[in-house]
């Protein structure tokens, strides 16, 4: 077994660690970062309890592509410094090779790498999208008041709810001893009933049926009026979304590669640009990545890793502007190409030509 198959193995099965360690951690921050913002933005935008997951996977999902070629590349990072740190990259070199072999050895992670990113960045990201804005929409169609609560004061926008009793039913809830109260401007409302049922109709208004009560009204003027009832219809919620989702859907980033394909504007060029411009962000981040890794293998600090990662966000940040520059017809999608990868390029040119780096010999 020679010395390049042995160092093949050992680069993809350290890759391999380092890749399902970062994605991991980032999986768990990113998870535990939109917990929070779900949890606190459910009730406004009407979710049950078991949607919140769903709607956090498609929200982790639609930045996969990022997700995946961040956690990648940060494993390949992270296995190049191990190699300068523990002299192995020395020992490579002084073998008569050099980082053109390096990354012959690692061709086979790299084009895995494009693949997965394209397939993500195409179709695993819009389909994600389109399934949050689906939920989003099917959320905000509800009616905002979707449960009552047995014994709690509740206040909905100018109504407060008080009931003593209430049995759910599927999507009904029978109510005893319901008390109401309404105040608009000067003119308030009390409305008491010994029993009621809570619907929601075919265009998502929330209506109480009330049976048996009696109906305070209050004005500015002091007067009153009291009204004894037998059946009541009370309307508590007036939807007033609109239940078109499937024009709604329909932006650019929930479209697929080939659907953008067939659009032709500026706003579908800067799409198509910014998904074919991760994976070969992938592969010109790697490639600097080598030079980047290299150290003094005496060195304790890792100074490269942090260089790497601001390099990282500085690239892809490029690839954000280009991609803007493109949708407002400033820029061509070849020029954008050029912009986003133009510190990468700089840099290889840099080591290669300038520094004399040893980058052609294998």
């Known amino acids: 077994m020679t010395y390049g198959s042995i160092l093949n193995r050992y680069l993809a099965k350290e890759i391999f660690i380092n890749f399902a360690g970062i994605g991991l951690i980032i999986f768990l921050v990113i998870f535990g970062n939109q917990f929070y913002i779900v949890a606190k933005e459910s009730a406004k935008i009407g979710l049950y309890g078991n949607e919140m997951f769903s709607f956090i996977f498609y929200k982790i999902f639609r930045d996969i592509s990022l997700i995946f070629i961040l956690s990648l590349s940060g494993s390949i990072l992270l296995t190049l410094h191990k190699l300068s740190k523990t002299s192995e990259k020395v020992i490579f070199y002084s073998s008569g090779l050099g980082d053109l072999k390096l990354i012959e050895l690692i061709k086979k992670i790299l084009l895995f790498g494009v693949i997965i990113s394209l397939i993500l960045s195409s179709f695993i990201s819009p389909w994600a999208n389109k399934s949050l804005t689906i939920k989003k ?38 109510l005893s001893d319901i008390n109401i109260f309404h105040a608009e401007n000067e003119n308030k409302k009390y409305i008491y009933a010994q029993k009621g049922e809570k619907t929601v109709d075919e265009n998502s208004n929330v209506i109480l049926l009330l049976q048996n009560g009696r109906v305070y009204e209050y004005s500015s003027n002091s007067t009153s009026k009291i009204t004894d009832f037998t059946d009541y219809k009370f309307l508590l919620h007036k939807n007033e979304q609109k239940k078109d989702i499937d024009e709604k859907n329909k932006n650019l980033s ?109």
Do not use: M, W
């Open 254 to 362: 929930s479209l697929d590669f080939f659907e953008l394909r067939n659009l032709n504007s500026k706003k579908s060029h800067g799409e198509i640009f910014y998904r074919i411009a991760q994976p070969i962000f992938f592969i010109l981040i790697c490639i600097n990545f080598i030079f980047i890794s290299n150290k003094n293998p005496r060195s304790q600090n890792s100074i490269n890793i942090l260089f790497g990662l601001l390099f990282f966000f500085v690239n892809y940040n490029l690839i954000l502007i280009s991609k803007s520059l493109i949708e407002n017809g400033e820029i061509s999608i070849n020029l954008g190409f050029i912009i986003s990868n133009s510190i990468s390029l700089l840099i290889i040119t840099y080591f290669v030509l300038i520094k004399n780096y040893p980058l052609l010999r294998n």
């Open 137 to 174: 929409q099917e959320a905000s169609n509800r009616p905002a008041y979707l449960f009552f609560k047995e014994n709690q004061f509740q206040k909905f926008n100018e109504y407060t709810f008080f009931s003593k009793k209430i049995e759910n039913i599927e999507s009904k809830q029978i």
